[in-house]
């Protein structure tokens, strides 16, 4: 079996595993109230990590280049309120006209 | 740099993404409102699929294996961490740690939803498969309840947008390029922040984002990627002893 192969099914079986994990061990139970008011904020953290390190990290390096400009771009779309669609076109294409220029 | 844009950007009543998600009462939504939530970012993730696509075959990764690799693990950012590790002549164990690690974050986020899903254990193991961090957030209905239909709706259409999407690139990726110079990169930031946008409810939400990517920003150079982001989770823990306040 190639290399690739290997990673395909390793990496989806423990994927579904891990996604499964809390569904299979505690679906359907309300969660205890403490841990609901922590459960809330999760995803604020999560996303806000999502956009640290999808922006600024290249492996273990913190880079600011187009990706970063590209977020700024976004941001300000999105504080003149564009639909979803509009921000995410409008960074990429940020993006790539600093890469065209070579900035 | 970023959190402060992170933060400027979660401006407080953003039209499109909170009032998407008005937090009905949890029942009242249906399945194809979580198809319509989400529709816009099907468009991203099938753009994504795309790319996917072109970097597996780049990475060496057949065809049917990268359609394979969609349909089974339906994680964008492990896909393509696996692909480049690969690419780069990485070792197969390296490909495998670097995908799983970037998917532990699955394990709080599947904690999170599991109030949400009842049934047989085969349908939640099944149900739990939708998860991703798009259909997640707009799910979220406040004070960390998540609707089982909307999850569903928005699960099932972004699964099949990165699936048809990932198709595609295999299919004509040839034809596109690099798809860094399309800035394709930097979208999927952007994405995450309209997603934060939506998400910045209360007070105690912005300081569980900023916080939450200062965790993930000062680890970038210490740890391997995709720990970051599961310690950033951590972040949630300002909100013990809050007792969960609705929104």
């Known amino acids: 079996m190639s290399a690739a192969w290997i990673v395909v099914i390793v990496v989806s079986l423990a994927t579904i595993a891990i996604k499964g994990a809390g569904p299979l061990l505690a679906g359907g139970r309300e969660l205890p109230r403490a841990v609901a008011g922590v459960v809330s904020l999760l995803a604020?953290?999560?996303?806000?990590?999502?956009?640290?390190?999808?922006?600024?990290?290249?492996?273990?390096?913190?880079?600011?280049?187009?990706?970063?400009?590209?977020?700024?771009?976004?941001?300000?779309?999105?504080?003149?309120?564009?639909?979803?669609?509009?921000?995410?076109?409008?960074?990429a294409a940020a993006a790539a006209l600093l890469r065209a220029i070579g900035a | 740099m970023a959190i402060r844009i992170a933060a400027a950007g979660g401006a407080r009543h953003?039209?499109?993404?909170?009032?998407?998600?008005?937090?009905?009462?949890?029942?009242?939504?249906?399945?194809?409102?979580?198809?319509?939530?989400?529709?816009?970012?099907?468009?991203?993730?099938?753009?994504?699929?795309?790319?996917?696509?072109?970097?597996?075959?780049?990475?060496?990764?057949?065809?049917?294996?990268?359609?394979?690799?969609?349909?089974?693990?339906?994680?964008?950012?492990?896909?393509?961490?696996?692909?480049?590790?690969?690419?780069?002549?990485?070792?197969?164990a390296a490909a495998i740690l670097a995908a799983v690690l970037l998917?532990?974050?699955?394990?709080?986020?599947?904690?999170?939803?599991?109030?949400?899903?009842?049934?047989?254990?085969?349908?939640?193991?099944?149900?739990?498969?939708?998860?991703?961090?798009?259909?997640?957030?707009?799910?979220?209905?406040?004070?960390?309840?998540?609707?089982?239909?909307?999850?569903?709706?928005?699960?099932?259409?972004?699964y099949c947008a990165w699936v048809a999407g990932t198709a595609a690139g295999v299919a004509f990726g040839s034809l596109l390029g690099d798809p860094a110079k399309l800035g394709l990169d930097a979208a999927f930031p952007a994405l995450f922040l309209a997603l934060l946008a939506g998400q910045l409810r209360d007070r105690r939400a912005v300081v569980a984002a900023l916080l939450g990517g200062a965790i993930a920003l000062v680890l970038i150079p210490f740890v391997p990627p995709g720990i970051p982001i599961v310690a950033a989770s951590a972040a949630c823990l300002i909100g013990l002893g809050s007792r969960g306040a609705a929104s």
Do not use: M
């Open chain 2, 103 to 158: 998917n532990a974050r699955y394990l709080p986020i599947g904690l999170s939803v599991a109030p949400a899903l009842h049934g047989p254990w085969w349908q939640r193991l099944l149900r739990a498969q939708v998860v991703v961090d798009e259909s997640w957030a707009v799910s979220h209905i406040g004070g960390g309840r998540y609707d089982r239909r909307l999850l569903l709706g928005a699960g099932a259409t972004l």
């Open chain 2, 14 to 92: 953003h039209p499109t993404l909170v009032d998407a998600a008005a937090p009905l009462p949890a029942g009242r939504h249906r399945v194809v409102d979580g198809v319509r939530r989400v529709a816009p970012l099907a468009v991203a993730v099938a753009a994504f699929g795309v790319t996917f696509g072109v970097l597996a075959q780049k990475a060496g990764i057949g065809s049917f294996a990268a359609l394979v690799f969609s349909a089974a693990t339906f994680a964008g950012s492990a896909q393509f961490a696996a692909a480049s590790v690969l690419s780069a002549g990485g070792t197969t």
């Open chain 1, 44 to 91: 604020p953290a999560v996303l806000a990590a999502l956009i640290v390190t999808n922006a600024l990290a290249s492996g273990r390096h913190i880079v600011i280049d187009a990706r970063a400009a590209g977020v700024a771009a976004a941001a300000i779309a999105l504080a003149l309120r564009a639909p979803i669609l509009v921000v995410v076109v409008v960074a």
